[in-house]
């Protein structure tokens, strides 16, 4: 299949191209950008014609709900969902059920994910057995079924020993831990960040100095062993703070922050809106702010979508008692452009924030529209306006804090692998 892609404007951060480029488009692949290569001839053109093409989206954190948990999402619909959001690579973790400790169920996923012929997969294999922090998982059998880095989800790991046994180990194979830093027992039964807000409501309260604590460990541990450690959906001040030290002195650290932190606060769960329950729990202006500083001047890497589709009757619970987690898939680009505009930041570098700087992270072939790179691509309209409702995702989790907000950023077409599998 030969494609064209004309009239659009095209953004590559990974090459910085910012410019008006017509795309060309053979075998599953970008054959060239600009001019047309001789004796080409397109099977298809796709007119881009005030429209932006970037490199299809990257994101670090997609829940899929399969194995285990059909009743909350099926693997068609989330993949369906991340097309629709322009996203065409993304990692799951490992907290399915059965957890994904074992390469048979590595190696399922990424068999009906292909056959779907939609979004990448590339799951996070469980760091230890069943996410127990006792044992660790065999990350080299895991390793060869697929996985592009080991995690432990939202569990901690309380044995340092085992945390640091596990660093030794990935540091000697060259594997990347994706690791969410907060401590267990601090957080125990917290449904909120604990402040003023929280104390009013009656919800027991989550500190910041419970990812404080837990990043110290992690860092330190990283200094003395030398593993290459991701942190995962960072939420405070102080967090930020500290990888801002730890990259300063070396150490192999990247870290991103959830879309949902970078729009919302405390003071988002007022109501007692469950759609707010989230993990970690969204926090003061104070860390918001320190969150988009740490973003623009590139302590945090990147933006991820932290999707975490839930059914209906789970968020009608009251707030402490309803399920954690929002949709974001089809999110991911509308809430980084709205956060580019609102902190003035450019096309350019808020793309690269959830495409080449999520690839290079998770290591896969993906993030630039290189000549002969893998033709991965979103196209959207920067200027429509869409309303964020349950119709309009496609996602079986229809709930998020963001419903019934209009945001600007409407993808209008993805490309995976050089085949157009979504046009609104």
Known sequence: MKIHIKNGHLIDPKNNIDSKLDVYIAAGKIL????????????????????????????????????GDEYKATLISELQAAVAGGVTSLACPPDTDPVLDEPGLVEMLKHRAKQLNLAHVYPLGAL???????????????????????????????DTQ????????????????????????LAKDGVA?????????????????????????ILRIAKETGARIHISRLSTAEGVAMIRDAKK????????????????????????????????????????????????????????????PVDDDAKLAPFAEAEVGATGLELLLALTLKWATQEKV????????????SAQILGIPAGDLSPNSIADICIFDINEYWKVAPSALKSQGKNSPFNGLELAGKVKTTLVHGQVVYQS
């Open 193 to 217: 960040h604990d402040g003023e807000i929280a104390s009013r409501l009656g919800l027991k309260g989550i500190p910041s100095a419970a990812e404080a604590l837990a990043l110290a460990s």
């Open 162 to 185: 085992v945390l640091w046994r596990a660093m030794e180990y990935a540091a000697t194979f060259g594997f990347t831990l994706f690791l969410h830093a907060e401590e267990p027992f």
């Open 128 to 158: 230890t057995r069943q996410l127990q922090g006792k044992v660790l998982s065999e990350m080299g059998e895991l390793r060869e079924a697929g996985c592009v880095g080991f995690s432990q989800a939202n569990i901690a790991i309380t």
């Open 32 to 67: 060239a950008l600009g001019n047309t290569p001789e004796g080409f001839v397109a099977n298809q053109t796709i007119d881009a014609t005030g429209q932006i093409i970037c490199p299809g989206l990257v994101d670090l954190s997609a829940r899929l709900r399969e194995p």
């Open 346 to 357: 450019s096309l350019l570098h808020a793309l690269s924030l959830i495409s080449p700087a």
């Open 249 to 308: 002195q070396g150490l192999k650290i990247t870290a991103d922050v959830s879309a949902n932190q970078l729009h919302l606060t405390e003071h988002d769960i007022a109501y007692f809106d469950a759609n707010c329950h989230l993990k970690p729990p969204l926090r003061t202006q104070r860390d918001k702010d320190s969150l988009s500083a740490g973003l623009k001047d590139g302590t945090i890497d990147a933006i991820c979508s932290d999707h975490t």
